[in-house]
């Protein structure tokens, strides 16, 4: 097996082998770019190290080859006492992953070379402390000493010497650190400091296999939804000094701007440094502009690489470069990460260079980028300091009272204040104040803790894991540095960018909502340059979304109002219009008639009270949306919703009886109560099984859904109603819908004298009603997927519940790497949607499938509806313009 590929053999397609850093160097090699000459250790090495223990015998030999070669190539010698060849030895994965070891600088360093080193450089001080950081960083990360022993006797060295920097220990400091350092690594791991270079060389690379498996690194890689089994690569590059002189230097550019995403280049350099220098922001750097006046000739071919690698990537670089004594070398170039504003813009900006075409655009941006552009924001331009910061763990803007309790939150809430629920972190037991709360801030965890998952679920702002943050509910206050929080004091979290503010900052609409709801015109009527550009990019690359998508997209909308705003927002029609949240509310009660009943006459009056109601619900939401479908869904209550608390029932009747009043009512309430009591309504009396139970239910919401219709044709309407059955399992249950349903049309249609005709369709959110798709199509004229009690009933998990109890914890094992809620399980779930379209179709081919499950609005899950071959995805109407891309997304 080859193990071993110099830069000059792979390229920017080998990244599964090469790692994505690896494969970079290789094609920047290839295109001759000034790439310092090195080679790369496969991800195949290092799968064969985790799995045996040890790395393959033939690696060695390979590593010898490529290490000639590259001695050959630079002429130097790797340990020479004169001119010493130095390599840097860098992991690089697949994708860039926090968490695992980085890199070791300087290998090839020892008590022989670094007196080559002292002679080729010119400089002493430069050579022995070069030494002295191989030593303290490959004795951190690879000999895994505890790096504060190297950072005490730095301390301790400059304080004897009665200097406050590095800088100020010269040559004669550094050497005597070196012996320090040797002695702290003999001390904590028995042995000394390894003299030989090709030692160094393979402890390093066995140490960058090791940390794959490093605890944190395997949870970034759960977070992320990165598989465990990839490996890194690793890379080994001859090192090149930005810290020679004040002819050499280090910086980092980008070819636009990755947080607004305007055209031109950006960067810093900063003169006679390394690269650890850059990151720790100890000097100032200087701006490309100022680099120009310092290096005129690097500038100008670094901006010439810039074009280049513009070019070949055809996407945004962001490229790490060096110059050593007027040399510019290129270190690594990847394609850059970018804020989801910058996606929007450069994906279109590349499309008028003609670099790419629409739908590569398309491919370039996502849904989860569109909302949350689709959020509130901070007012960018008010004065404003952070406070401190934390986990972006869901997104949007808050502001609200510091409260450190749900009790109170729930209180100030009900009087009419915002709250944010400050915690250390947050478990089942603050649901309520987190409900209650505009924001959600915690001091540990992270973007899967309790506090981030139930945030996300609940559309909530939060931030968690801020770590500076020293919360003591007790006492009820938060510190941070010197500013303390009491209870009561105003606060703004960016759960966007995981900031923190100790003030009430201004809040905008999102400009790409305002565009959503009142289109391209209003929108960059009166925005800055920037927000009329980012609003025109989202624009095109919907419509261009739009004009590819084979799937519609439509809208659960419960009202009027919900259906226009669905209809602004894009969405071809109502996928789901819930029937009984038309009855919570004031008209509980009259639901509630009905159930109770206790004579047919006494249903029935209590039906005939309620149809009016109905028929008027279903006028306007149909004028709403005229002209397209419009499926409405008989009652589905689990029972519980509308019926009185059994508990508080119980304690009013004993206090009234006590006081000896009069209870007849409420003790008859009660024993209805009792009789209809369900210890488990989700999978209880509802659905078609209440409306086959209680007659006259919905016989009722038929005949008002017939004349409303018939109300809109007669005003020269175009309604398209649909009516749908929840929880179906069974053909029968169907059938006996269906039946009473086609007659109370037909009736209306006659008395009306109009035409009209009513699709009947069905809910598919039953595991049985999935495997007897066969059958139920037989009746049904459509599905419509319910995925969240499919996913309910599939796992058997109480969708009210188990998010809160122990999803966090299925989260950090492992068990889930999202909630099944959120995105839809392919494997057990999908299954049976797979089953319920393929079996639904044989029987009837021309059977409309659709999807109304919270999954309709989540882009992984959307493209699983694609690929399965759905009609339709609906979701909620803010979810729609996601949806669209989404679906655009997974035909581009
Ligand atoms: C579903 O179960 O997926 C669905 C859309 O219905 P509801 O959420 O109202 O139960
Ligand atoms: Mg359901």
């Known amino acids: 097996?080859?193990?071993?590929?110099?830069?000059?053999?792979?390229?920017?397609?080998?990244?599964?082998?090469?790692?994505?850093?690896?494969?970079?160097?290789?094609?920047?090699?290839?295109?001759?770019?000034?790439?310092?000459?090195?080679?790369?250790?496969?991800?195949?090495?290092?799968?064969y190290y985790l799995q045996h223990g040890r790395i393959p015998d033939s690696l060695r030999v390979q590593v010898t080859m490529a290490l000639r070669?590259?001695?050959?190539?630079?002429?130097?010698?790797?340990?020479?006492?004169?001119?010493?060849?130095?390599?840097?030895?860098?992991?690089?994965?697949?994708?860039?992953?926090?968490?695992?070891?980085?890199?070791?600088?300087?290998?090839?360093?020892?008590?022989?070379?670094?007196?080559?080193?002292?002679?080729?450089?010119?400089?002493?001080?430069?050579?022995?402390?070069?030494?002295?950081?191989?030593?303290?960083?490959?004795?951190?990360?690879?000999?895994?000493?505890?790096?504060?022993?190297?950072?005490?006797?730095?301390?301790?060295?400059?304080e004897a010497k009665g200097v406050t920097s590095d800088v100020e220990l010269d040559a004669d400091d550094l050497k005597g650190l070196v012996e320090t350092f040797k002695a702290i690594v003999e001390k904590h791991t028995g042995r000394g400091f390894p003299q030989d270079p090709r030692e160094q060389?393979?402890?390093?690379?066995?140490?960058?296999?090791?940390?794959?498996?490093?605890?944190?690194?395997?949870?970034?890689?759960?977070?992320?939804?990165?598989?465990?089994?990839?490996?890194?690569?690793?890379?080994?590059?001859?090192?090149?000094?930005?810290?020679?002189?004040d002819r050499s230097g280090t910086g980092v550019c980008f070819t636009r701007d990755p947080a607004t995403g305007k055209t031109g280049s950006y960067g810093d350099y900063l003169v006679n440094a390394q690269g650890e220098d850059v990151v720790a922001g100890i000097r100032n750097t200087l701006s490309l502009d100022d680099f120009k006046k310092v290096d005129p000739d690097s500038h100008k071919e670094l901006r010439r690489i810039m074009r280049r690698l513009e070019t070949h990537y055809r996407d945004l670089c962001d490229i790490e470069f060096t110059v050593e004594k007027g040399k510019l070398y290129i270190l690594q170039t990847r394609v850059g990460k970018r804020t989801a504003a910058a996606a929007f813009r450069i994906a279109t900006q590349l499309v008028d260079e003609q670099l790419i075409t629409m739908n590569e655009a398309l491919d370039r941006v996502s849904g989860e980028q569109l909302a949350l552009l689709m959020f509130p924001q901070f007012d960018k331009s008010a004065d404003r300091e952070v406070l401190t910061r934390g986990m972006a763990a869901s997104p949007g803007a808050a502001v609200g009272a510091v409260v450190f309790d749900s009790a109170t939150a729930v209180a100030w809430k009900a009087r009419g204040e915002d709250v944010i629920l400050v915690r250390k972190e947050t478990n089942p037991d603050d649901l309520e104040g987190m409900i209650a709360a505009a924001g959600i801030l915690t001091s540990r965890g992270g973007k899967t803790s309790h506090?981030?998952?139930?945030?996300?679920?609940?559309?909530?702002?939060?931030?968690?894991?801020?770590?500076?943050?020293?919360?003591?509910?007790?006492?009820?206050?938060?510190?941070?540095?010197e500013v303390t929080l009491r209870e009561g004091d105003v606060i703004s979290i960016d759960g966007s960018t995981g900031e923190v503010f100790a003030?009430?900052?201004?809040?905008?609409?999102?400009?790409?909502?305002?565009?959503?709801?009142?289109?391209?015109?209003?929108?960059?009527?009166?925005?800055?340059?920037?927000?009329?550009?980012?609003?025109?990019?989202?624009?095109?690359?919907?419509?261009?979304?739009?004009?590819?998508?084979?799937?519609?997209?439509?809208?659960?909308?419960?009202?009027?109002?919900?259906?226009?705003?669905?209809?602004?927002?894009?969405?071809?029609?109502?996928?789901?219009?819930?029937?009984?949240?038309?009855?919570?509310?004031?008209?509980?009660?009259?639901?509630?008639?009905?159930?109770?009943?206790?004579?047919?006459?006494?249903r029935s009056a209590a039906l005939d009270a309620l149809l009016p109601l109905q028929r008027d619900d279903f006028v306007e939401l149909l004028t709403a949306m005229d002209g397209l479908p419009t499926t409405i869904r008989l009652l589905d209550p689990p029972l519980h919703e509308f019926l009185p608390d059994r508990a508080e029932l119980m304690v009013k009747v004993a206090l009234a009886e006590e006081r000896g009043e009069d209870v007849e009512h409420d003790r008859k309430l009660l024993a209805a109560v009792n009789r209809l009591h369900e210890e488990n309504p989700m999978l209880g009396l509802r659905g078609v099984r209440l409306g086959l139970t209680v007659p006259g239910l919905f016989a009722l919401q038929v005949r008002a859904i017939a004349e409303a219709t018939a109300i809109r044709l007669e005003a020269g309407g175009h309604p398209h109603p649909e009516i749908m059955v929840p929880l179906v399992g069974s053909l029968m249950e169907l059938h006996l819908v269906g039946d009473e349903t086609e007659g109370i049309v037909e009736e209306v249609s006659e008395a009306e004298g109009v035409t009209m005709s009513i699709?009947?369709?069905?809910?598919?959110?039953?595991?049985?009603?999935?495997?007897?798709?066969?059958?139920?199509?037989e009746v049904a004229q459509f599905f419509s997927f319910g995925t969240n009690d499919l996913t309910q009933t599939t796992w058997g998990f109480s969708r009210d519940?188990?998010?809160?109890?122990?999803?966090?914890?299925?989260?950090?094992?492992?068990?889930?790497?999202?909630?099944?809620?959120?995105?839809?399980?392919?494997?057990?779930?999908?299954?049976?949607?797979?089953?319920?379209?393929?079996?639904?179709?044989?029987?009837?081919?021309?059977?409309?499938?659709?999807?109304?499950?919270?999954?309709?609005?989540?882009?992984?899950?959307?493209?699983?509806?694609?690929?399965?071959?759905?009609?339709?995805?609906?979701?909620?109407?803010?979810?729609?313009?996601?949806?669209?891309?989404?679906?655009?997304?997974?035909?581009?």
């Not at 296999?209 to 890194?232: K, M, Q, V």
């Open 801 to 892: 519940d188990v998010e809160a109890a122990f999803f966090a914890d299925y989260l950090k094992k492992g068990i889930f790497t999202v909630s099944p809620f959120e995105s839809l399980d392919r494997d057990g779930v999908g299954r049976l949607v797979r089953i319920a379209v393929e079996d639904g179709r044989r029987t009837r081919p021309d059977l409309t499938l659709g999807i109304c499950g919270e999954h309709g609005g989540d882009p992984e899950s959307i493209h699983f509806f694609h690929d399965v071959g759905l009609d339709y995805v609906s979701c909620s109407p803010f979810r729609v313009p996601i949806a669209r891309l989404e679906a655009g997304r997974a035909v581009a």
């Open 201 to 245: 060389l393979d402890l390093a690379t066995e140490a960058i296999f090791h940390s794959w498996n490093s605890d944190r690194a395997r949870l970034y890689r759960r977070r992320e939804r990165i598989p465990d089994d990839l490996g890194t690569a690793v890379n080994v590059v001859t090192m090149v000094f930005g810290n020679l002189d």
């Open 451 to 481: 506090a981030a998952v139930v945030a996300r679920g609940m559309g909530k702002t939060a931030v968690c894991g801020a770590e500076q943050l020293v919360v003591d509910v007790t006492a009820k206050e938060a510190r941070a540095g």
């Open 1 to 47: 097996n080859k193990f071993v590929y110099a830069f000059e053999e792979g390229d920017k397609d080998q990244k599964d082998l090469l790692g994505g850093k690896g494969a970079n160097l290789a094609e920047m090699t290839r295109l001759g770019l000034p790439v310092p000459p090195g080679f790369i250790i496969t991800t195949e090495a290092c799968r």
């Open 759 to 777: 699709p009947i369709g069905t809910m598919i959110e039953l595991p049985r009603a999935a495997l007897t798709a066969f059958r139920i199509a």
């Open 69 to 158: 070669r590259l001695e050959d190539v630079t002429g130097r010698r790797l340990g020479d006492a004169v001119d010493p060849l130095l390599v840097s030895v860098r992991s690089g994965a697949k994708f860039s992953m926090p968490g695992m070891m980085d890199t070791v600088l300087n290998v090839g360093l020892n008590d022989f070379s670094v007196e080559g080193l002292v002679e080729a450089s010119g400089s002493e001080r430069f050579a022995w402390d070069s030494y002295r950081r191989l030593i303290q960083m490959f004795g951190k990360t690879v000999l895994e000493v505890d790096g504060e022993a190297f950072a005490q006797a730095l301390d301790d060295a400059k």
């Open 503 to 602: 003030e009430a900052l201004p809040v905008v609409p999102s400009p790409v909502v305002q565009y959503l709801e009142e289109g391209i015109d209003a929108a960059v009527a009166d925005a800055d340059k920037d927000t009329a550009e980012l609003v025109r990019a989202v624009d095109r690359l919907l419509g261009h979304a739009d004009t590819v998508r084979r799937m519609e997209v439509r809208a659960n909308a419960d009202t009027a109002t919900d259906a226009d705003r669905a209809r602004r927002m894009g969405a071809q029609g109502i996928g789901l219009c819930r029937t009984e949240h038309m009855f919570l509310g004031p008209r509980r009660e009259l639901i509630e008639r009905v159930v109770l009943a206790d004579t047919p006459d006494a």
